[in-house]
């Protein structure tokens, strides 16, 4: 081989090998790709949606009540939930005759798939914490009924913010 053909495969190598290690970067410190497994956030996210999730935005700040939030379930850490942020550390959440009250105030929900049915807690979220929720809440495996209640900082993955399939779905969610 000449000394020309050598080094554009060695251009090829380097630029393969930048490619892999900006990938790998990517997917692991700043977008996240999934697919929602469950109806759980109905009808906000339907069942095999595909999400890109924000790695990078609760580094430098906290994730705030309402957020659609990916996070290891905190029963089994191999699985990755999708779940609406309800409640933070110091909140006392509550449901009262299917109504969703944070500390007290009863909270518009516009998103909800149906009324909720029945009443739950109070639920006193401890610092550090928070208390997650499906939007399809009658039928959603979420804080209400986990054995570890609460999800922790070092289990959030990130912020779910666009949905990239269905393409007649696709956008920036809220």
Known sequence: ???KTVREILDWLKFIA?????????RNYV???IKV???????????GDQLLVNRFLYRFKPPKRG????????DNPEELYVKRLIGVGGDEVEVKEGKLHVN??????????EEMRGSF????????????????????KDSRVWQNQY?????IIGKAFFRLFPLSSAGVMK
């Open 1 to 3: 081989m000449d000394q």
């Open 37 to 47: 497994p469950t109806p759980s956030m109905l009808p906000t996210i339907q069942l």
């Open 67 to 74: 957020d659609i939030v990916v996070f290891k379930y905190p």
């Open 104 to 113: 007290g105030q009863k909270i518009e929900e516009d998103y909800l798939y």
């Open 151 to 155: 999800v922790t900082d070092d289990l």
């Open 18 to 26: 930048i490619a892999v290690v900006l990938a790998f970067l990517i």
């Open 31 to 33: 977008v996240l790709s």
């Open 121 to 140: 807690g109070p639920y006193k979220v401890p610092e550090g914490r928070y208390f997650m929720m499906g939007d399809n809440r009658n039928n959603s």
